[in-house]
């Protein structure tokens, strides 16, 4: 806790986040999003849901009803069942690989798609490009994630535009732990800038500068608004309609679909960012700009539904979140940057309430159980030091 910044008064969210705000009584709006969450009818919500696949099921003919952008994460294995299964539709799954595939993550995407059955497109930008974007990533947003931020947002819009397919269904709520909408006015509207926005912060022109060209960055480039349109591009978020409760989605997925937990660096829990080896670096930066990490974020939710004491959420931020990740080595080593640059660069990126503060950072005393290396190249290793 820095005692210079304001914190949420119920949860561990302090005023360094972006678009928090807090009401008169200083609870922040995903607090109060978390408290309408439970007066909310949620029949009359999955009715609404039921009536949006049906039409989407009705017009699509022979082509398939929606698209489920997938990670392979446990949200996007819950949207798999709760589409397949309960609702019988015919998805086209459209992953955008980041190419830092846990070996976890690898294992739950495969799996996902063998249990479900369902038809796959996946893109994955080149090792070396990368590593480029990741370096060129902190001195434009920093943190080390652009080319996800931006894929992610871009590829199943490309896919769905060139598909024909005008539904893509996302996992969370988009009020569940930000302050950006809420459960009385979710995110109806689409928006295809909505990933640009939120996290990658810059267009792929922006990105441009002496080892990145235009012509590098031309997979991250949205369809035009005249594309989307013609296409009749929606988008709905699955925790809109049904209730959502990532504790017992996780429990669900690992009992019913062998779905499978990790390690995941600066943080207490081992579903969220499972398929990634880089979560560690996002939230560590995160921390060095802003002043908390994953364990405040995820003990905030906790704190929220009741199942840690505010204190209890203090006591795992200060043990998480200013832990130097291993996942630094790692960047360090793809983008031929020294760490004191690094730290130099990141002290630029700080808000402005924490200039002046000193920003502690604890050495990592453990190895990672999950291995901190791209599976592709863990494969590629593992051949080749056969004797
Ligand atoms: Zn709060």
Known sequence: MFSNLQY?????????????????????????????????????????????????????????????????????????????????MKPLAVTFSHNWFSKTGWYNLQNSLEKFNVDHI??????????????????????????????????????????????????????????RASYVNPVRKFDREYFTKVSAKLQPSEMVCDYLSERDLFPFLLPTAEECEKAGIFGIHLGDYIFWDDERQTEFLVKHYDWKETQVEGTYKCYKSAECIMPGMHDFTCYLKRGFGRASYQASLDVRNGLLTQREGFELSETHDSVRPESLDYYLEITGMSEETFFEKMAQHRVKALQNTEIPVKSKTWKNRERILPYPQQIIEEFNNKP
């Open 8 to 88: 949420c008064t119920r949860c561990c969210m302090p005023e360094t986040q972006e678009g928090i705000t807090f009401d008169e009584l200083g609870i922040c709006q995903a607090c109060q999003s978390s408290e309408q969450k439970i007066h909310i009818s949620w029949v009359d919500r999955e009715n609404s849901l039921k009536s949006i696949l049906e039409d989407a099921k009705a017009k699509a003919g022979n082509n398939y009803d929606c698209i489920i952008p997938i990670s392979g994460g446990k949200d996007s294995t819950f949207q798999l069942h709760v589409l397949t299964q309960i609702y019988k």
């Open 122 to 179: 996946m893109f994955t930008p080149n090792r070396d490009l990368v590593n480029r974007i990741a370096k060129r990533s902190i001195d434009g947003i920093g943190d080390s994630c652009w080319h996800c931020h931006s894929g992610v947002g871009s590829f199943p819009l490309q896919i769905a535009v060139k598909f024909n397919i005008p539904l893509l269904v996302w996992g969370e709520s988009v009020a569940e732990a930000s302050g």
